[in-house]
Nanobody, 115 residues
Framework: QVQLVESGGGLVQAGGSLSLSCAAS????????MGWYRQAPGKQRELVVV???????NYADSVKGRFTISGDVAKNTVYLQMNNLKPEDTAVYYC?????????WGQGTQVIVSS
């Protein structure tokens, strides 16, 4: 089992910045991958960015150049720096971890970008 605790998020004007953090509980083995997904009202959950324990990243095209994931999967902690936010970034952001063949999810944190 992996518990994920998120923090950050909130309300910001378009063009502003926010940061999110996610800490995973201790695990017996290394987590394979951590990252962030988001779900806007009436839409499916979608990938924002993931990072492997080897440091490889995969960003959604919509956030490339604006969002940056950092942290250390091996230390069970990742961060998401979001710059130049747009109203279409408004969503609930979920931390995700992939560990021994299972997906784990945080409780979600709301990000609202006003125009």
């Amino acid at each position: 089992q992996v518990q994920l605790v998120e923090s950050g998020g909130g309300l910001v004007q378009a063009g502003g910045s926010l940061s999110l953090s996610c800490a995973a509980s201790r695990t017996a083995f290394r987590i394979n991958r951590m990252g962030w997904y988001r779900q806007a009202p009436g839409k499916q959950r979608e990938l924002v960015v993931v990072i492997t324990n080897g440091g490889s990243t995969n960003y959604a095209d919509s956030v490339k150049g604006r969002f940056t994931i950092s942290g250390d999967v091996a230390k069970n902690t990742v961060y998401l720096q979001m710059n130049n936010l747009k109203p279409e970034d408004t969503a609930v952001y979920y931390c995700n971890a992939y560990y021994i063949g299972r997906e784990y999810w945080g409780q979600g944190t709301q990000v609202i970008v006003s125009s």
